[in-house]
Structures are given as structure tokens and as C-alpha cells.
T-cell receptor, first 117, second 116 residues
Framework: DAGVIQSPRHEVTEMGQEVTLRCKPI?????LFWYRQTMMRGLELLIY????????DSGMPEDRFSAKMPNASFSTLKIQPSEPRDSAVYFC???????????????FGPGTRLTVL | DQQVKQNSPSLSVQEGRISILNCDYT??????FLWYKKYPAEGPTFLIS?????DKNEDGRFTVFLNKSAKHLSLHIVPSQPGDSAVYFC???????????????FGKGTHLIIQP
């Protein structure tokens, strides 16, 4: 049973370059979340989608960040242009929301470690 | 401003003893609380959760206690085992109108070390 898949696992790039992180949620899940982990701020929510629609993007740091979910099995998080302060581990998580249930567990991927030089 | 706080960055406990990890929150809209466990180079893994209508939830060696009036929750692990050594994150969420939950707000984590 495949969990949440993220690629690449590691990315090293130079300041100013475009970076695209990819996520494949667990099949059948209808909610997808992007988180970022840094030493200073810990794990913070960037954006989440429900049924491929962005619900809350208030955590996206600035316009350089964008996220898409073109279909139920794929999402991207793009940074353009990248800056050294974007260096962090980016996690994707997915869950299945069933109407009437208060909460469903989020399953996390292994993360993408991004280093911007 | 941190809405979920874990004030102990690390905790060392002897194998077989009880581990108690603490978490405080400030946002009164939070009504669902979770604990995640994380090993290096892996994503967080769900451990146990509790709804705000309860004050205790138990799953094997793990028990979570919620004190709503104090806005405090704790995770008890009894007995502690070497495999429990990991970073533990407290997280909170608010339930959206119509069902489903918002994304999680995490604490900064507590590194639990189980000494043999």
C-alpha cells in the first residue's frame, strides 16, 4: 500500500532558480496539505486543497510560492524565484474527508529537503 | 505568535518508566488535538488524537489527556520503550462548518530520548 509520494527527496538549487516540488496523495484521499518545516518556525501549514480546490492558502509566505492540484492524484508546489530563506523540508500530507466526521488523520509523505544556495 | 507550544525541546526518560509530554495552546477555536511522532528523514506519523468533547483517550501504551479550561494537553507513554525515541509533535485543528477540518497547527516538537 503506497503512502504519500513526494519527489524529489532532495533538491539543491541556486538563488533565483525555479523549484517545483511534487506530491502524489494516497489513492482515494480527497484532501491534500502542504507543510514546511524550518528550525525557526517548526512545521507550518502552507496551503490545503479539498477535492482539488484550494481551501486556505493563507500560509503561503509570498507571491513567489504557488500550488496547484490539477487532479486528485497530483499536486505541485512551485517557488519562483527561489531564495536562500526558502531552504526547508517541505511535506505533503493527504487525508480522506467524509461528510459528518469531525476529523480524519493526515498521512504525511517523507518530505523534500530543499537547499537554496 | 505560536498558537501551539511545546515548552520542552527534549526529554530523557529511562526505559520502562512513564514519559509525559506536554503541550499548551492559545486558540480557543481548536477542537481537535493530535500527537504525531517523527523519526529523522521521515514524515510525521499519526499517533493518537482527542476531540474537545473528551478529556482522555487511550490506545495501548499511549494516553492523551485534555484539560480544556487550562488549554493544556499531555501525552503519556507507559511503559517507555527504546523504539519510542523520536520527536513528538502536538498539533491542533479547528473543525470547519459542514464537517472536515482545517490544516494542522503544530508545536515545535519535543525530542524524547529513552535511556536503556
Amino acid at each position: 500500500d503506497a503512502g504519500v509520494i513526494q519527489s524529489p527527496r532532495h533538491e539543491v538549487t541556486e538563488m533565483g532558480q525555479e523549484v517545483t516540488l511534487r506530491c502524489k496523495p494516497i489513492s482515494g484521499h480527497n484532501s491534500l496539505f502542504w507543510y514546511r518545516q524550518t528550525m525557526m518556525r517548526g512545521l507550518e501549514l502552507l496551503i490545503y486543497f479539498n477535492n482539488n480546490v484550494p481551501i486556505d492558502d493563507s500560509g503561503m509566505p509570498e507571491d513567489r510560492f504557488s500550488a496547484k492540484m490539477p487532479n486528485a492524484s497530483f499536486s505541485t508546489l512551485k517557488i519562483q524565484p527561489s531564495e536562500p530563506r526558502d531552504s526547508a523540508v517541505y511535506f505533503c500530507a493527504s487525508s480522506f474527508e467524509l461528510g459528518g466526521r469531525p476529523y480524519n488523520e493526515q498521512f504525511f509523505g517523507p518530505g523534500t529537503r530543499l537547499t537554496v544556495l | 505568535d505560536q498558537q501551539v507550544k511545546q515548552n520542552s525541546p527534549s526529554l530523557s526518560v529511562q526505559e520502562g518508566r512513564i514519559s509525559i509530554l506536554n503541550c499548551d495552546y492559545t486558540n480557543s477555536m481548536f477542537d481537535y488535538f493530535l500527537w504525531y511522532k517523527k523519526y529523522p528523514a521521515e514524515g510525521p506519523t499519526f499517533l493518537i488524537s482527542i476531540s474537545s468533547i473528551k478529556d482522555k483517550n487511550e490506545d495501548g501504551r499511549f494516553t492523551v489527556f485534555l484539560n480544556k479550561s487550562a488549554k493544556h494537553l499531555s501525552l503519556h507513554i507507559v511503559p517507555s520503550q527504546p523504539g519510542d525515541s523520536a520527536v513528538y509533535f502536538c498539533a491542533a485543528s479547528a473543525i470547519r462548518a459542514g464537517g472536515g477540518a482545517d490544516g494542522l497547527t503544530f508545536g515545535k516538537g519535543t525530542h524524547l530520548i529513552i535511556q536503556p
